[in-house]
């Protein structure tokens, strides 16, 4: 295999603007998962520019069924990595579902999801929304518009369901923190019980990506959060419209990470940093020039064997605009980031949210002090193999060296209220007092015993 590398080297220049210095790596030889979302592009463009090849991987990139089975083959082997929901390797690393010691080396990107309702819904919720000079609904919507829809609902004997993608995805946690923040309860987890429904208003079930559209259609759901391409889906179908994106719940928020399994990265680790340097290079693509090659990203994206969905389709968020109503497209230039903002470093106050998440909605059902948040983020977030990576890929002239957070501690600054849609401010360092700040939640020794909060 090497001396295939060897000879193909001429092919991959021609490719890639500059070449990169390859690591003896020990396994060239790669198949990784995905999911059929635009915030699986890094993987995608990562392959299609060579710029695994540049690094002397033979890699195969194969979409997967659902994120089940995509954890599933990275723990068993079957997939050497995955493009993976930020809460699938933290709950794995817990013991939270599927146990297994899951890391990640690289954000993929930051915002890029949608809630979306029912036109039913969206008609029900309309009166209730504050609109512009010329009309349009004023952005964003809070969840108070829905309240009063929920409420009827629930007071004819209609439950309200919601789809979200899985029981850790960020879907799940942005779905719960907006409805919150409007005062709808999306129901509480406890050991016995992992519907996530206890004493909720709004009932959240999961509901594969490719599959949110048709569900809601079929009028089994009212509304669902999911990435791109599957809320402008709705809006090209005209069967519902997305009421607000996660960049106007929180601005610039984690989404996906690459997962690996720890034994990988340690028996793989010139592997692993090659991996990381592909994944890098993929990324600052992306994002270059205001976005320049957004268009050459999602001709590649709409092929079959990536996400498959129409050009216009994809198109209609990955270039800088977001469409809410049939019509009604805004400038949201930062709806996909994959490089800005340090998108791809994986900070640890990143990791800290989810666990914070985890803990507000009873997945984690015992309360847990500060430094058990910090050990759970160092286990699985590793930003000094990303810096390891990314020092190599400046000394080769393939990356600047500005671009980089090289004397982070792994936290970010404090996200400030007036970035989050219910006005209150984030501090990753500390959890327990950002979990007492919220409203609606588990806090301090709360636990969920039976259908009651006790503590």
């Not at 309200?160 to 309860?185: C, D, K, Q």
């Not at 109503?325 to 400038?331: C, F, I, L, T």
Request: proline share 7%.
């Amino acid at each position: 295999m090497k001396k295939i590398v060897a000879a193909l080297l001429t092919t991959s220049a021609m490719m890639s603007p500059a070449m990169a210095e390859m690591l003896p790596v020990e396994k060239d030889e790669l198949k990784f998962g995905f999911i059929k979302l635009t915030d699986m592009a890094p993987l995608a463009v990562a392959y299609e520019r060579g710029y695994f090849f540049d690094e002397g991987l033979f890699v195969t990139l194969e979409a997967q069924a659902n994120w089940k089975v995509l954890l599933d083959g990275v723990i068993s082997g079957t997939l050497d990595g995955a493009h993976m929901l930020a809460g699938q390797p933290l709950a794995a690393t817990i013991g939270y579902g599927t146990e297994a010691h899951i890391v990640t080396p690289f954000s993929m990107d930051l915002n890029g999801n949608g809630i979306t309702v029912s036109n039913e819904v969206w008609e029900q919720m309309k009166p209730n929304i504050p609109k512009m000079d010329d009309g349009r609904p004023q952005h964003p919507i809070s969840a108070a518009a829905l309240k009063p829809v929920v409420d009827e609902y629930n007071g004819s004997g209609r439950p309200f369901n919601m789809g979200m993608v899985f029981p850790v995805s960020t879907h799940n946690y942005e779905l719960r923190y907006w409805l919150a923040a409007g005062g709808i309860h999306p129901g509480f987890y406890s050991p016995e019980d992992v519907s996530g429904q206890i004493n909720a208003d709004a009932f959240l079930s999961v509901t594969p990506p490719p599959q949110m559209p048709a569900t809601l259609e079929a009028g089994t759901i009212y509304g669902y959060c999911v990435g791109e391409p599957w809320n402008q889906q709705a809006v090209f179908k005209g069967i519902g419209v997305p009421v607000i994106t996660d960049y106007q719940i929180w601005k610039n928020n984690p989404e996906k990470v690459f997962g690996m399994t720890k034994e990988f990265t340690d028996e793989y680790p010139n592997t692993t940093l090659a991996i990381t340097k592909a994944l890098i290079r993929a990324a600052i693509w992306l994002d270059e020039n205001d976005n320049a090659n957004r268009p050459e990203a999602v001709e590649i994206l709409s092929r079959p064997n990536y996400v498959g969905a129409d050009y216009d389709v994809i198109a209609n968020s990955m270039t800088g605009t977001f469409e809410f109503e049939k019509g009604d497209k805004r400038e949201i230039p930062d709806f996909n980031v994959f490089f800005r903002y340090n998108a791809t470093y994986p900070f640890y106050s990143d990791a800290v949210w989810y666990l914070t998440q985890m803990r507000r909605w009873g997945q984690i059902a015992e309360a847990k002090p500060d430094s058990w948040y910090d050990e759970v983020a160092k286990m699985v977030y590793k930003p000094e193999i990303y810096l390891e990576a990314a020092r190599l890929l400046v000394d080769e002239g393939l990356a600047n060296e500005a671009d980089f957070p090289w004397d982070s501690n792994g936290y970010k600054d404090p996200t400030p209220a007036g970035d989050i849609i219910d006005g209150i401010a984030y501090d990753g360092t500390q959890p327990n007092a950002y979990l007492e700040s919220l409203e609606i939640g588990l806090k301090g020794e709360q636990k969920v015993v039976g259908s009651e909060v006790q503590g």
